[in-house]
Nanobody, 120 residues
Framework: QVQLVESGGGLVQAGGSLRLSCVAS????????MGWYRQAPGKQRELVGT???????NLADHVKGRFTISRDHAKNTVWMQMNKLQIDDAGVYYC??????????????WGQGTQVTVSA
C-alpha cells in the first residue's frame, strides 16, 4: 500500500508562482518514478512532469521553461515549482508514483489531488 500526500495548491494570479509538494509513504521500492499530472475541467488528465529515482527530470512541452520538478529519493518526496502561471495551467494536480515491485510488476499510485486556480 502506498499513500501520497500533496500540498501547495491554491489561488494565484496569472504570472505568479506556486510550489507543489508530495510525500509518499508505505511500501516503496527503489525503482520508482514520481511526478505530477493535471486535469482541467472538461479535459483529460495530462502529464506535467516526472523525475526518476536518479534525478532525471522530464517536463511536458507546454510547461518547459516555466516549471521545474525535483525530488529527494531517500525521502520519497517530489516538488514542482510552477512559475509564470497561465490561466490554462489551472486544474487539479495529482501526484503520481510509479514503481516496479519485487515481481517486476509496474504499479501506479495517485494522490487525491490539489487544486490550482489561476486568475486573470
Amino acid at each position: 500500500q502506498v499513500q501520497l500526500v500533496e500540498s501547495g495548491g491554491g489561488l494565484v494570479q496569472a504570472g505568479g508562482s506556486l510550489r507543489l509538494s508530495c510525500v509518499a509513504s508505505g511500501t516503496i521500492f527503489s525503482i520508482n518514478t514520481m511526478g505530477w499530472y493535471r486535469q482541467a475541467p472538461g479535459k483529460q488528465r495530462e502529464l506535467v512532469g516526472t523525475v526518476t529515482g536518479g534525478g532525471v527530470a522530464n517536463l511536458a512541452d507546454h510547461v518547459k521553461g516555466r516549471f521545474t520538478i525535483s525530488r529527494d529519493h531517500a525521502k520519497n518526496t517530489v516538488w514542482m515549482q510552477m512559475n509564470k502561471l497561465q490561466i490554462d495551467d489551472a486544474g487539479v494536480y495529482y501526484c503520481n508514483l510509479r514503481q516496479v515491485d519485487a515481481a517486476w510488476r509496474e504499479n501506479d499510485y495517485w494522490g487525491q489531488g490539489t487544486q490550482v486556480t489561476v486568475s486573470a
